[in-house]
DNA sequence: GTCTATATAAGGATAGAC
DNA sequence: GTCTATCCTTATATAGAC
């Protein structure tokens, strides 16, 4: 995973440059729809020059891949079992929506591969991915046994969470045909209404 | 919008079997992933004899798409202003998520097209489909004025909705490697949680 | 390291026999 | 209506000069 970094400036200055823009071009067409002369051109760089960097299309999909999914998965990571239940959750929920709206191509990129059956993905889901989502699912389920926290299922919980708030990055077309914003305002809305609605539903019911 | 339907029952047949082997491959492997030959043999029919039945695999998609996008706003049409607030909110609720459980695919076709910013798409978003969505809206804002809803911004709402049922259908693969369930129980858990999640949120505050 | 030229394959679409 | 054969464009990848 984790290959020999490149030695001189040039040759980390053209790899940064092939990353980023086949960021944006993956994230656009999918896989299947990106090619390396967008790539390339995306780049400025020469499409043989791209193929001198990485071996393949599919070389470039994996490092770009794999080095998001460590950043991806950190909103989570940071859920703090020690905290106040509903104020971690609202703060992941914050921390997931910044993200969308910091990061959208990299949340369209994983859409995408996901939407598509994540074909490309290995065993990254079942792996460490899933076992996290375990971890803090436990977190969730311990805090609503304490009565902490109305007691809903941790996992739907985790899911509506990641729905809600990808849902601004990769549905981004569909919410800016409806809403016409003229920049990211709409995201403090979101913002808004995402802790009004998680408050609500996660509050413990007042035992008095 | 709607052709002259075809004459023989051979024609309805392969149409129909071209539709739905088409449906199974867009939805899959999206726009530009998908083949005529995958299609064809999907279909039991040549690639040729495919091309004979629709000019090109553009056409296949439109005809997909616009079969299919009255039949996706459905639930949405039917939320009734005459109802009770937060009943017709949550049965709303209810009928998304059994679209995403009995049509996936449908579901996936339509995520793929929007995430790679819906290019196929033309004037759907921001006609009709924004006009239906601005209507229901004002549903919503005028219930919770009248104090039957807990106030909270319509569209934001509508896309939670969205996003939380879709999930379960254009994240499909994410679920199940996470929860890892046999069939289709899953979506009463998911059932359940949204419906404790959106009465919570939806509900006024007690003005006593 | 970077380029031009090119090999090679896949895929959309058509021609024409049956 | 359906098939075989084929055209032609696009796209990944490589060869080899500079």
Redesign the interface.
Known sequence: MADDPPRTRIQQKNRAAILDAALEVFS??????ATLDQIASASGLSKPNVLYYFPSKEAIHEALVGGLIDTWVQPLHDLDPNGDPVEEILAYVGRKLAMSREMPRES?LF??E?????PRFGTE??GR??AL??EKAAVIRDWAEAGRL?P??P???I??I???T???A??D???R???APKGDEHFD??A???A???R??LTPPDPR
Chains 1, 2 share one sequence.
Not at 28 to 33: L, V
Not at 114 to 118: E, T
């Open positions: 656009q067409h999918g896989f299947r729809g369209r859409a995408n996901i939407v598509q059956g994540a889901i079942t991915f899933k989502v375990d109305n809903l299922d996992y739907h919980l899911f509506s990641w729905a809600t990808q849902h601004y990769d549905f077309v569909q919410v045909g409806i809403l809305d979101a808004r209404f995402l009004a609605l998680y609500a539903g």
